[in-house]
T-cell receptor, first 112, second 115 residues
Framework: QQKVQQSPESLIVPEGGMASLNCTSSDRNVDYFWWYRQHSGKSPKMLMSIFSNGEKEEGRFTVHLNKASLHTSLHIRDSQPSDSALYLCAASEGFASALTFGSGTKVIPCLP | NSKVIQTPRYLVKGQGQKAKMRCIPEKGHPVVFWYQQNKNNEFKFLINFQNQEVLQQIDMTEKRFSAECPSNSPCSLEIQSSEAGDSALYLC?????????????FGEGSKLTVL
């Protein structure tokens, strides 16, 4: 079973709407969380990282982290066609630990 | 555009054949990672290097897979005897850091199809 679970598997979002993506780690040792975005046929690219409890905002993207529950969420507001991609959550146990990725949430913007 | 260069983009092998993929990390990045992304988008970490030394690797890598990052040459990942289950996208990434706090920069991947 994947140590990093993402939900939902796919998400249809009206253009201009809000997309909310979830990610939970089953490994209690993880310290760092990342969100990567992978457009179809392209390589994953880092979107945002969060290492401490709370919220972080960059443009239309906001991430939350609750370290006690090992849960992070990514919120995309004012959804655009260019947001169509696979959003991957990743976590690591420590400074020297390789990232463990989830299977992603596919975001599909649609006409409102 | 990715600054991590992977070749070839596609390779097709028969079962039992060797499959070799190469990766040139981003300039100045001492750490290189290999991941396998299957058709269900599941990522599996395979191995990582700092300069020429292996940092971590999984069991699968120890048995049929071999990898190296020689100095002044591309890194490589080789499957000694390909199996159908090896069909996947093999992603190379480089980083300034060994893990947790380091952003990964991915290449476009090498898509392996084992017939």
């Amino acid at each position: 079973q994947q140590k990093v679970q993402q939900s939902p598997e796919s998400l249809i979002v009206p253009e201009g709407g809000m997309a909310s993506l979830n990610c939970t780690s089953s490994d209690r040792n993880v310290d760092y969380f990342w969100w990567y975005r992978q457009h179809s046929g392209k390589s994953p690219k880092m979107l945002m990282s969060i290492f401490s409890n709370g919220e972080k905002e960059e443009g239309r993207f906001t991430v939350h982290l609750n370290k006690a529950s090992l849960h992070t969420s990514l919120h995309i507001r004012d959804s655009q066609p260019s947001d169509s991609a696979l959003y991957l959550c990743a976590a690591s146990e420590g400074f020297a630990s390789a990232l463990t990725f989830g299977s992603g949430t596919k975001v599909i913007p649609c006409l409102p | 555009n990715s600054k991590v260069i992977q070749t070839p983009r596609y390779l097709v092998k028969g079962q039992g054949q060797k499959a070799k993929m190469r990766c040139i990390p981003e300039k100045g990045h001492p750490v290189v990672f290999w991941y396998q992304q299957n058709k269900n988008n599941e990522f599996k970490f395979l191995i990582n290097f700092q300069n020429q030394e292996v940092l971590q690797q999984i069991d699968m890598t120890e048995k049929r897979f071999s990898a190296e990052c020689p100095s002044n040459s591309p890194c490589s990942l080789e499957i000694q005897s390909s199996e159908a289950g090896d069909s996947a996208l093999y992603l190379c990434a480089s980083s300034l850091s060994k893990g947790g706090t380091g952003q990964l920069y991915f290449g476009e991947g090498s898509k392996l199809t084992v017939l």
